[in-house]
């Protein structure tokens, strides 16, 4: 059974930075592409980023284009959310995911359904 273990979180003031970590066990990490997801209450799930198991496609959400990094480390059996010049808007519980069994087309990385398991999520919070 897969388990994906998010840390890194918690409070931080405007324009400061947090990196989340990923870490999975039960899985090959390589074999399947990673994404990191958020939800502020109230809201929908938004997709942040994803890094696609061939290790050469990246997508970030538009609004975290320029400001976020994903990475992986698939001999740790690790992923990892570099947050920088984090806003109060920026404020949700993340979660990372693995996404379904085989090849995926990077195209499909936004959405959720394209994968099959998810950590428990960890709270960010930027606020003054």
């Known amino acids: 059974q897969v388990q994906l273990v998010e840390s890194g979180g918690g409070s931080v003031q405007p324009g400061g930075s947090l990196r989340l970590s990923c870490a999975a066990s039960?899985?090959?990490?390589?074999?399947?592409?990673m994404g990191w997801f958020r939800q502020a209450p109230g809201k929908e799930r938004e997709f942040v980023a994803a890094?696609?198991?061939?290790?050469?496609?990246?997508i970030y959400g538009d609004s975290v284009k320029g400001r976020f990094t994903i990475s992986r480390d698939n001999a740790k059996n690790t992923g990892h959310l570099q947050m920088n010049n984090l806003q109060p808007e920026d404020t949700a519980n993340y979660y990372c995911?693995?996404?379904?069994?085989?090849?995926?087309?990077?195209?499909?990385?936004?959405?959720?359904?394209?994968?099959?398991?998810w950590g428990q999520g960890i709270q960010v919070t930027v606020s003054s």
């Open positions: 039960g899985r090959t990490f390589s074999s399947y592409s």
């Open positions: 995911a693995l996404s379904t069994p085989g090849n995926v087309i990077a195209s499909m990385l936004p959405r959720s359904e394209t994968y099959n398991d």
């Open positions: 890094f696609h198991r061939s290790g050469i496609r990246i």
